[in-house]
């Protein structure tokens, strides 16, 4: 009894690492960071000039939606699921948390692009702080200032949901932007990035 029992512990362990690893033989947060490294510098050498970036905030806009607007988590949770294909809560929750792997200067091929501080970013909220912040970013990035959320991808990788592009300093949100993944390339050729 205690060695057929060994043997489906054993059998459950195997098949559960197994299942963690997709077909390419590496684990979900290497296909992560290598699908963010693909994206991010494709739609930064063919789509935008970008002098310098917005590092990004620690939460995925999700997290941000739930602490700032929570009673529209649940519908931005909803639809997000919905664009990128998911049936299940947890695989959206499974794909948040490899979003916590993003390290966007470590995934960036072009090392010339300056970073600003997220934090400091987020942190103006006076005129007078805005105004210092303007002659700082002239010195620094005189042409293109740009910003990226953390992408979402689908549970195949085969869709990602983002944003990148330049800030509008409005309450508004920018739209993001859903991109599919075929022939070894994203196809971003529906968008425009402003």
Request: hydrophobic letters at 35%.
């Amino acid at each position: 009894m205690e060695k057929g029992l060994l043997l489906i512990v054993s059998l459950i362990l195997s098949f559960s690492m197994i299942s963690c690893k997709k077909e390419s033989g590496k684990d979900l947060s290497e296909l992560y960071s290598e699908k963010s490294a693909e994206l991010v510098n494709q739609i930064l050498s063919e789509n935008i000039n970008c002098q310098c970036i917005v590092e990004p905030p620690p939460e995925t806009f999700l997290e941000i939606i739930k602490h700032d607007m929570p009673e529209m988590h649940i519908m931005f949770r909803k639809n997000t699921m919905a664009q990128l294909n998911m049936d299940q809560q947890s695989t959206l929750d499974s794909m948040l948390h490899l979003s916590n792997e993003f390290n966007l200067e470590k995934l960036l091929v072009n090392t010339s692009i300056k970073f600003i501080d997220g934090e400091v970013f987020e942190s103006i909220n006076s005129m007078e702080e805005l105004e210092k912040w303007n002659k700082m970013l002239a010195d620094k990035c005189p042409e293109n200032l740009c910003y990226i959320t953390k992408p979402i991808f689908s549970e195949d990788f085969k869709l990602v949901l983002f944003d990148l592009g330049y800030p509008n300093y409005s309450c508004f949100p920018s739209t993001r932007k859903i991109l599919k993944y075929y022939n070894n390339k994203w196809d971003s050729s529906d968008y425009t990035w402003d």
